[in-house]
């Protein structure tokens, strides 16, 4: 367990916190206006390795081959010069802290952070972290790296959960959630939606997709599944050529066949470190999903009719209500997307690089 002081005067800044991996859905901006819950559970933290947040330099202000020096292959509309190893917490979590007002940012609904730290520690007034609270965007406190100390407090459960262990609590995310919204004449208002962690899983898992591709078509598992990428895929992959293949693998699951190409495989939500295979080498190439949304691809839910319980007989059946259901196809989140592929290798190969060209083109059409 560690907790974080101010790297000028010692000050605790935080509760007592385990680390765990960054969530996919980190820096994620969903929709216009929209909600988003708190980013981290309350009691951990986690660390970003990249620059993140203000200054940022633009494309054509970048020297040639520093954006690869960094392990970015491809263009992007500007690059960090923050430093890199910013931490991020509940807002539930941070302690001794002080709002700096005149840094709200160009937010419309809360805090965004765009004009740099805008909480400064109570004892000696240094900027240590920043607020975000803002429309569209997840709730949390980011800690700068340069203004902030991590302390040892104690080796209580440090060990990571095994995969087994994890698979023993389940949690998986459901792929369907309401959607709180700002701004409507009879108050907050919601509906019912894709979940945007899948959103953002989803973006991350179909840059790798396209890299393992190869070029080639590539099928993944009907169902869920399908819903998620198939529509995607066939649209950015070339057909014809033989197909490449992706099926889930992980704890509690068949072993893969030999000879498939793709690997839809989870990531330890503490350690970071994608599943592989006890008894042999991993041939076939590893694409990550969260541990939750791999859960619920893997086990997924039913929902069909059930004996009632009561007085009614037992051989009689009931509808129970459908889960509500998205009113639109299921969408990769472009943000994601994007900022996964360029940080891929593959990305340098001429039909990826199109496919990041046009990205604004498969936006417009409902890919993302």
């Not at 969530?23 to 981290?40: D, E, S």
């Not at 633009?58 to 020096?69: T, V």
Request: proline share 11%.
């Amino acid at each position: 367990m560690f907790v974080f002081v101010c790297a000028r005067c010692e000050a605790g800044l935080t509760a007592l916190l385990s680390q765990v991996s960054l969530p996919a859905h980190a820096h994620q901006k969903y929709g216009n206006g929209i909600q988003l819950p708190v980013l981290m559970e309350s009691g951990t933290f986690a660390m970003d390795p990249d620059p993140w947040g203000p200054p940022w330099r633009r494309w054509d202000e970048i020297a040639p081959g520093e954006a690869e020096a960094r392990g970015i292959y491809a263009p992007v509309y500007a690059l960090s010069d923050g430093a890199p190893g910013a931490i991020v917490i509940a807002p539930g979590d941070i302690r001794s802290t002080r709002l700096i007002p005149e840094k709200r940012g160009g937010a419309c609904c809360g805090l965004d952070g765009s004009d740099g730290p805008n909480m400064a520690c109570e004892a000696c007034g240094l900027a240590v972290a920043s607020r975000i609270d803002d429309c569209s965007l997840w709730q949390a406190v980011w800690l700068a790296p340069d203004a902030v100390r991590r302390l040892l407090v104690d080796d209580v459960d440090a060990a990571p959960l095994s995969w087994e262990e994890l698979m023993e609590e389940g949690k998986g995310t459901p792929p369907f959630e309401p959607i709180a919204t700002w701004g409507s004449r009879l108050g907050t208002s919601h509906y019912w939606s894709w979940s945007p962690q899948w959103e953002a899983a989803a973006g991350r898992a179909l840059a790798h997709l396209l890299a393992a591709s190869e070029g080639r078509p590539v099928t993944v598992p009907h169902g869920l599944i399908a819903d998620v990428f198939q529509r995607t895929l066939d649209a950015l992959l070339p057909v014809g050529a033989p197909e490449r293949h992706a099926v889930l693998a992980g704890p509690g699951r068949p072993a893969p066949e030999a000879g498939v190409d793709i690997l839809l495989v989870p990531v330890h939500p503490q350690t970071g470190q994608t599943w592989t295979p006890a008894d042999r080498v991993l041939s076939a190439y590893p694409v990550p999903l969260p541990l939750g949304v791999w859960l619920s691809m893997a086990f997924p839910k039913t929902y069909s009719p059930v004996p009632a319980s009561g007085g009614i007989p037992h051989d009689l059946l009931r509808d129970d209500p459908l889960p509500p259901r998205p009113n639109r196809l299921f969408r990769p989140d472009l943000g994601t997307f994007q900022h996964t592929l360029v940080r891929l290798p593959a990305v340098r190969s001429p039909w990826l690089r199109k496919i990041i060209e046009n990205l604004t083109q498969h936006m417009t059409t409902g890919l993302f």
